[in-house]
């Protein structure tokens, strides 16, 4: 079960990992840590450069998700991260970003 509380300039974060393996864990705490350097980023080399670590390491958390583990005959993993860049790539194009923020 995943939490959010925020006080004043802080967010605390909870997720449980039951389930998760080591390395999914660790991924989680590193796309956390990028994410959250991401958005303060100054600097434009940082920025960009943070950028596309973030979205490299989303895409190792998605390969190592649980379903792609427990289903080896197929590339679900490769599958999944190909059909999400397709769709960004459609997004960007159709300049058609959706906020989902409620």
């Not at 434009?44 to 427990?70: D, H, P, V």
């Not at 599958?79 to 194009?93: P, S």
């Amino acid at each position: 079960m995943q939490s959010l509380s925020q006080k004043d300039k802080e967010i605390s974060l909870k997720m449980d990992t039951e389930g998760l393996s080591v390395t999914q864990v660790r991924l989680v705490k590193n796309i956390h840590a990028l994410l959250a350097h991401v958005l303060v980023s100054d600097e434009e080399s940082e920025y960009f450069e943070t950028s596309a670590a973030l979205l490299k390491k989303t895409a190792e958390l998605i390969k190592q998700a649980n379903f792609s583990a427990q289903n080896k005959q197929m590339a679900y993993g490769d599958q999944a991260v190909e059909f999400a860049v397709d769709y960004l790539n459609e997004a960007i194009e159709e300049n058609k970003m959706t906020n989902l923020d409620n």
